[in-house]
């Protein structure tokens, strides 16, 4: 079975300041994807940027970039430069690529504070 | 961009009453899903639909819920006979392919409250 950990409920950031948040997950797959989505309030999920395992480099989107150690389990996502418009909540997920069943994490809700 | 549609946006019904939640995924994607959150817990997976069949469905997904694609652009859940705990916000997602790059576009989920 897979599991994906988020330990933060809640971050918060300085505008223009850089935050880190965490994902760790448990798998005995060697072949997946992880994903980082974002929901901002009362909308819905989209992608923020997707990581596969078996590529050793870290994804990057613009501002956003990952942390990926396989070894570790762990896959955190960094924001650049926070804006107020990256306030929502974000959710870790994990799909082996056997299935098409995602797992999530429960979420860190970010806020940006100008 | 495109964008998937769901309705109602919130719906509150009573404890046994049925409930259809409606989705309108992207025009050219293949593959269907429902997954669900209660409050404070985790997204979780429902169910996977292609080719008008089931293709996938967690232990959630029992004889209670089903899903349907009535024509060729709606996609359905339906939940029977309904009970406190599925009061939860309810997602429907659709991705244009089946494989481990696969991108799954959300819509922006449907409140359901049962009292």
């Known amino acids: 079975a897979q599991t994906v950990t988020q330990s933060q409920p809640e971050m918060s950031v300085q505008e223009a300041e850089t935050v880190t948040l965490s994902c760790t997950y448990d798998?005995?797959?060697?072949?997946?994807?992880l994903f980082w989505y974002k929901q901002p309030p009362s909308r819905q999920m989209i992608l923020v940027i997707r990581?596969?395992?078996?590529?050793?480099q870290n994804a990057t989107e613009n501002r956003f970039s990952v942390n990926f150690q396989k070894a570790a389990k762990s896959f955190s996502l960094k924001i650049s430069d926070s804006q107020l418009g990256d306030a929502a909540m974000y959710f870790c997920?994990?799909?082996?690529?056997?299935?098409?069943?995602?797992?999530f994490g429960t979420g860190t809700s970010l806020t940006v504070i100008p | 961009e495109p964008e998937v549609t769901q309705t109602p946006s919130h719906q509150v019904t009573q404890m046994g009453q049925e409930v259809i939640l409606r989705c309108v995924p992207i025009s050219n994607h293949l593959y269907f899903y429902w997954y669900r959150q209660i409050l404070g817990q985790k997204v979780e997976f429902l169910v996977s639909f292609y080719n008008n069949e089931i293709s996938e469905k967690s232990e959630i997904f029992d004889d209670q819920f089903s899903v349907e694609r009535p024509d060729g652009s709606n996609f359905t859940l339906k939940i029977r006979s309904t009970k406190l705990e599925d009061s939860a916000m309810y997602f429907c997602?659709?991705?244009?392919?089946?494989?481990?790059?696969?991108?799954?576009?959300f819509g922006a989920g449907s409140r359901l409250t049962v009292l």
């Open positions: 798998t005995s797959e060697s072949d997946y994807y």
């Open positions: 990581q596969e395992a078996y590529k050793q």
């Open positions: 997920a994990f799909l082996p690529n056997t299935g098409n069943q995602f797992y």
């Open positions: 997602a659709s991705s244009r392919i089946f494989s481990g790059a696969n991108v799954l576009t």
